[in-house]
T-cell receptor, first 111, second 114 residues
Framework: QKEVEQNSGPLSVPEGAIASLNCTYS??????FFWYRQYSGKSPELIMS????GDKEDGRFTAQLNKASQYVSLLIRDSQPSDSATYLC???????????FGTGTSLTVIP | KAGVTQTPRYLIKTRGQQVTLSCSPI?????VSWYQQTPGQGLQFLFE???????NKGNFPGRFSGRQFSNSRSEMNVSTLELGDSALYLC?????????????FGPGTRLTVL
């Protein structure tokens, strides 16, 4: 069973703080990893993709991948109330575009 | 560039009926994947189509089927609906040529089975 697991939270951080979201995956063949943000009642929105070991930064977001430890993380710097959402981690892509999603981490940024 | 579109946005059906959902990917994207999202199970992969061929299939019963047309538009069909099929059905579009492309989701179709 190929799985992606996330710390379910909920996670609360004050405005301006760093939010740290973590994810582990079981399939060592996974090639691609994504972080999606999903607001209540909306569909997931892609915010970060990462394919190689190391860090990838995009604005206030940094994704980290460690294939040896089968670990993916997302850091959100200077958290804003608008970042309050559920964050989904996804991995896979070794046979096409079949991805496995974690159950999501609910993040609340407190003003 | 227009995003992924799905129709209809909401559906109410009764047990035993069948339903067809439609997805139009982003222009130029050739891969369409379908997912089911429920509060209990989260996002689960149904199947992926690329160039009119099913490339991957998840662990769902044969009541769930799909197809893709030459213009990359895709449909999924669920026959003999069950109460447990109530969910948000999401379509995701990607360029598709390479493996593991970024996927962009449509707004979803909310299916309620009574």
């Amino acid at each position: 069973q190929k799985e992606v697991e996330q710390n379910s939270g909920p996670l609360s951080v004050p405005e301006g703080a760093i939010a740290s979201l973590n994810c582990t995956y079981s399939d060592r063949g996974s090639q691609s990893f994504f972080w999606y943000r999903q607001y209540s009642g909306k569909s997931p929105e892609l915010i970060m993709s990462i394919y190689s070991n190391g860090d990838k930064e995009d604005g206030r977001f940094t994704a980290q991948l460690n294939k040896a430890s089968q670990y993916v993380s997302l850091l959100i710097r200077d958290s804003q109330p608008s970042d309050s959402a559920t964050y989904l981690c996804a991995g896979g892509g070794n046979t096409g575009n079949q991805f496995y999603f974690g159950t999501g981490t609910s993040l609340t940024v407190i003003p | 560039k227009a995003g992924v579109t799905q129709t209809p946005r909401y559906l109410i059906k009764t047990r035993g009926q069948q339903v067809t959902l439609s997805c139009s990917p982003i222009s130029g994207h050739r891969s369409v994947s379908w997912y089911q999202q429920t509060p209990g199970q989260g996002l689960q992969f149904l199947f992926e189509y690329f160039s009119e061929t099913q490339r991957n299939k998840g662990n769902f019963p044969g009541r769930f089927s799909g197809r893709q047309f030459s213009n990359s538009r895709s449909e999924m069909n669920v026959s003999t609906l069950e109460l447990g099929d109530s969910a948000l059905y999401l379509c995701a579009s990607s360029r598709g040529q390479a493996l593991g492309n970024e996927q962009f989701f449509g707004p979803g179709t909310r299916l309620t089975v009574l």
